[in-house]
């Protein structure tokens, strides 16, 4: 099966701290160019690591602008991601969790997915921990506003896909 931005969705949760959290946003960003194949048990997954769009912000004092949203993709773009490839590949299957390695920011470490299944689709939810790729989480106010290190990678497709 295959999946993609057509027929699945994959999104990056990303959550807030520090003294001046109220100022900033929970996010939601959409990867908007990506590819995943399955089969028989087997996982391959690329994603473009310059597809991301901010698509919600939640619980800021404000809402998210956008200029917010602009200034949120470069900040990605420059310091975050930069642009080297995003890959998943599965190594093992143990009933919902797939095991695997994942290469993002130029770096590739051990990950495990949790899968959760309805009568219509199928959900994939891959915590990270940003620091483990080498990617400093974001911090604005001088420091007072922080991005944590712990963000969620969240795949929600349907059961079968073409």
């Known amino acids: 099966m295959k999946y993609g931005p ?13 003294v001046a959290a109220k100022v900033g946003h929970d996010l939601i960003i959409e990867v908007t160019r990506w590819a995943a ?8 997954l690329t994603a473009d690591p310059g597809s991301l769009e901010v698509r919600e912000g939640h619980r800021g004092v404000k809402p998210l602008t956008d200029k917010d949203r602009r200034e949120i993709r470069k900040t990605i773009d420059a310091k975050v991601l930069g642009s080297s490839p995003i890959a998943f590949s599965s190594t093992g299957v143990d009933g919902d969790a797939v095991s695997g390695e994942l290469t993002m920011a130029g770096a ?33 106010l001088m420091g007072a506003l922080k991005v944590r290190d712990d ?7 349907p059961a079968a896909a073409a």
Request: proline letters at 3%.
């Open 37 to 44: 194949t399955v089969d028989a048990g087997s996982i391959e």
């Open 151 to 157: 963000v969620e990678i969240v795949i929600d497709a």
């Open 6 to 18: 057509d027929n699945a969705s994959m999104h990056v949760h990303t959550y807030r701290e520090g």
């Open 108 to 140: 590739t470490r051990p990950v495990s997915l949790r899968l959760d299944s309805s009568g219509d689709g199928i959900r994939a939810t891959i915590g990270l921990v940003q620091s483990e790729w080498g990617i400093k989480p974001y911090r604005g």
